[in-house]
Every structure is written in C-alpha cells, then in structure tokens.
Nanobody
Framework: QVQLVESGGGLVQAGGSLTLSCAAS????????MGWYRQAPGKQRELVAR???????NYADSVKGRFTISKDNAKNTVYLQMNSLKPEDTAVYYC?????????WGRGTQVTVSS
C-alpha cells in the first residue's frame, strides 16, 4: 500500500504561480510513475503531467510550457510547478502513483485561479 500526502493548493490570481507537492510513503525507486491529474466540476479527470522512473515526462498539451513536474528521490516526493496559471486550470489536483500494476491516488488538493 502507498500513502500519498499532497500539499500546496490554494487560491491564486490569473498569471500567478503555485507549487504542488506529493510525498509517497514508499521509496520512489519502487515506483513506475508519479504524476498529477486534475478534475474540474462536471468534467472527467485528466492527466496533467507525469514522470516515469528514469526521468521521462509527459504533459497535457494545455499545460506545456507553463507547468513543470519534477521529483526528489531522497524525499520520495514529486512536485508540480505551475506558472502562468489560467482560470481554466481551476480544479482539484490529484497525485497519482503507479507501483507495479497498482494505481494509488491522493485525496486531492484544490487549485482555484481567479480572473
């Protein structure tokens, strides 16, 4: 079982920045991928960014050039640096970990971008 603790959400004005953090209860070396998904009201959950063990990354087209995902192996933590935030980035952001064949989810953190 993997426990995930998220932090860093909040309210920010358009054009501002936030950094999300997600700490995993197991070593990152046992994990295939770590990432962030988001779900806005009335919409499906979607991938925002993920980082594969080994360092390769994937981003949603809507956040490319604005968001950066990174990880700190020593802290078992993945980060999502979000710059140039837009109102359409407003959503609950969920940390996701894939370990072996299982998916684990954090409880979510709210990000609200005001116009």
């Amino acid at each position: 079982q993997v426990q995930l603790v998220e932090s860093g959400g909040g309210l920010v004005q358009a054009g501002g920045s936030l950094t999300l953090s997600c700490a995993a209860s197991v070593g990152i070396f046992d994990i295939y991928s770590m990432g962030w998904y988001r779900q806005a009201p009335g919409k499906q959950r979607e991938l925002v960014a993920r980082i594969i063990n080994g360092g390769s990354t994937n981003y949603a087209d809507s956040v490319k050039g604005r968001f950066t995902i990174s990880k700190d192996n020593a802290k078992n933590t993945v980060y999502l640096q979000m710059n140039s935030l837009k109102p359409e980035d407003t959503a609950v952001y969920y940390c996701n970990v894939v370990r072996f064949t299982a998916n684990y989810w954090g409880r979510g953190t709210q990000v609200t971008v005001s116009s």
